[in-house]
């Protein structure tokens, strides 16, 4: 159906009065005959769609009197795809951020955050034009190299006595912004910084080894293959003792929060954490460290904290300062390489790694501002909703009901990204304090300074909580964010013909309900629960969501279905 078409239609007349003098058809009966009273019938373009759909979705030929479900609901599974939604709203929205680029590429604007961003969309359609990089790509990075130390595979006036480790990391963090350092990583999620190995060390190939030949050779480096090849296999059995360490100790594959940060860093004095966390800050704010105490977690605690030689501390004192050195520039060499590598269109890729700066622009520009209302308002009654199922409880302790009430009370709710991002100069202000961008900066350097960006604004917003973290791009689906206390609802799940105000509020509940339901549910999950102060309260909840799930099978039963009710705990 023509949607511009309706739209033109019906721009001036949203209902149609019903009557026996104004019959329509109704698609499963003959047409209305006899005489009723007027009502309104919603004819807005989104409506006629929605009513289309919801027809579509039946097995007509099934009578209702028989199966009512396979009547209505039949088909649905043949026009429903839910796993290719993330998929096509997101390319619907990179289409967007390439389309507002390409006509805006020469028009001014205020707003950092979009200077930088068209510069790297533009840069990016020139570097996939290209076979392979040419000699000032290379000599970027050997120029970046250079700003760490001296890399001893290619440079042979390196002197173990003279290296020093922490100075190298320092330059790492310091001056490129990086925060993988191939003998460990300092990374980032949405509530934590994290201490772990690096995962970069183990997922390289051919591709690296032929880029590294390439540098070599264009950057007019003069090696020698013996060598080389001696100190790529030092590098290799550095790489495989740390897996062996990984391996070897704390067998629990999960994070550990590790509370107290000095001690960390007591058991760690070469790994330098303090002044590499203090680098990603700025230098009118107070030192990251002392405010990050909590929000620090290590992932094989046991690699950071103990002695011996399962520890990365004793690993490090027994490996030669040359194979330290290498296995550093290599990593700076890796993410050179990261930095421009295009697998997707120009679009996906400014829009994955600028991810805050790409929704700012779809939703000034695109998006229905409507729909972020509605999609609060909607949230907002279902935790209203929620909470009272708390306050009613009859078999709840009182104090089970205050902490779980007060939880949910705290809760916020972003519909894409927080409202303050959009305001020009919010997002642009950790942008202006955080990047120092040139016109003149080349595809790779401009990246390697968004890179690192992203690395600090997410620390910053870690430490300070006035902006919002984690994923925001809208491949990903709504979930709860329990450190910021925020119920995130992505555009994907608003952005669409079926949530709009001209439709009845039951229509935009059958199709976000389920999901704000069932991010809802962290409220009184099983790790929830489980830190519940009252036995009692703990053994009922298990009781009736083991009765829950054996409800669940036997409606399957009756309904002719296979329903799992484990499964479907699992997944909730």
């Not at 030689?309 to 050179?336: E, G, K």
């Not at 929704?359 to 999609?375: A, C, D, S, V, W």
């Amino acid at each position: 159906m023509n949607n511009k078409w309706m739209k033109t239609k019906f721009a001036n007349t949203e209902y149609t009065t019903i009557s026996a003098t104004n019959p329509i058809t109704n698609p499963i009966t003959n047409p209305i005959t006899t005489t009723s009273p007027s009502k309104k019938v919603c004819k807005t373009p989104e409506c006629i769609a929605l009513s289309h759909q919801l027809f579509s979705f039946g097995n007509k030929s099934v009578d209702p009197c028989v199966n009512f479900y396979e009547h209505a609901c039949g088909r649905f599974s043949e026009h429903v795809k839910f796993d290719s939604v993330p998929v096509w709203k997101t390319e619907i929205v990179h289409e967007a951020i390439a389309d507002y680029v390409h006509r805006n590429k020469i028009a001014k604007t205020n707003s950092t955050s979009e200077t930088i961003l068209k510069q790297m969309f533009l840069l990016c359609e020139k570097e996939k034009i290209k076979k392979e990089q040419d000699i000032s790509f290379y000599r970027e990075v050997l120029a970046d190299i250079k700003k760490v130390g001296i890399w001893p595979m290619i440079d042979p006036s390196f002197d173990e006595s003279a290296f020093n480790l922490t100075q190298y990391l320092e330059n790492m963090s310091g001056k490129l912004g990086l925060y993988s350092f191939g003998i460990y990583s300092l990374e980032p999620d949405y509530s934590n910084l994290n201490l772990r190995w690096d995962d970069r060390v183990w997922y390289w190939g051919e591709h690296d080894l032929e880029e590294f030949q390439k540098f070599a050779r264009d950057a007019n480096i003069q090696t020698d293959q013996k060598t080389i090849d001696n100190d790529w296999a030092e590098y290799y059995r550095l790489r495989d003792r740390l897996n062996a360490i990984i391996s070897a100790t704390n067998s629990d594959y999960g994070w550990d929060y590790h509370s107290d940060f000095e001690d960390l860093y007591s058991k760690n004095p070469l790994l330098n954490l303090e002044s590499l966390i203090n680098s990603y800050n700025s230098l009118d704010r107070p030192k990251y460290t002392k405010l990050l105490n909590h929000h620090f977690v290590t992932w094989r605690r046991d690699m950071f904290v103990t002695s011996g030689n399962v520890s990365l501390h004793q690993l490090i004192l027994d490996t030669s300062p040359r194979t330290l050195a290498n296995m550093l520039m290599f990593r700076v060499f890796q993410n050179a390489l990261d930095a421009v590598t295009i697998s997707d269109s120009c679009a996906t890729f400014v829009a994955t790694r600028m991810a805050r700066a790409s929704l700012r622009i779809y939703i000034l520009n695109y998006f229905k501002k409507e729909n972020r209302k509605l999609g609060a308002e909607l949230a907002n009654k279902m935790i209203q909703a929620y909470m009272k199922m708390f306050e009613s409880s009859t078999w709840l302790h009182e104090s089970t009901k205050t902490s779980s009430i007060k939880d949910i009370n705290q809760t916020q709710i972003v519909v894409g990204l927080p409202e303050e991002l959009e305001e020009s100069g919010d997002l642009d202000q950790v942008y202006d304090e955080f990047i120092d961008v040139s016109p003149s900066d080349s595809f790779y350097v401009l990246n390697r300074k968004v890179m690192s960006f992203n690395v600090k604004a997410h620390i910053h917003d870690l430490v300070v909580k006035s902006y919002f973290s984690g994923p925001t791009s809208v491949e990903f689906s709504a979930y709860y964010s329990r450190w910021f206390h925020l119920l995130v609802l992505p555009l994907r799940h608003l952005d669409s013909l079926f949530f709009d105000a001209s439709l009845p509020e039951v229509a935009r509940i059958a199709f976000v309900g389920d999901t704000i339901g069932h991010i809802l549910r962290a409220f009184s999950n099983y790790n929830k629960v489980n830190g519940w102060k009252e036995e009692e309260d703990r053994v009922e909840f298990r009781k009736r969501v083991k009765c829950w799930t054996q409800q669940y099978v036997d409606y399957g039963v009756s309904s002719g279905r296979t329903l799992d009710g484990e499964t479907t705990m699992d997944g909730s």
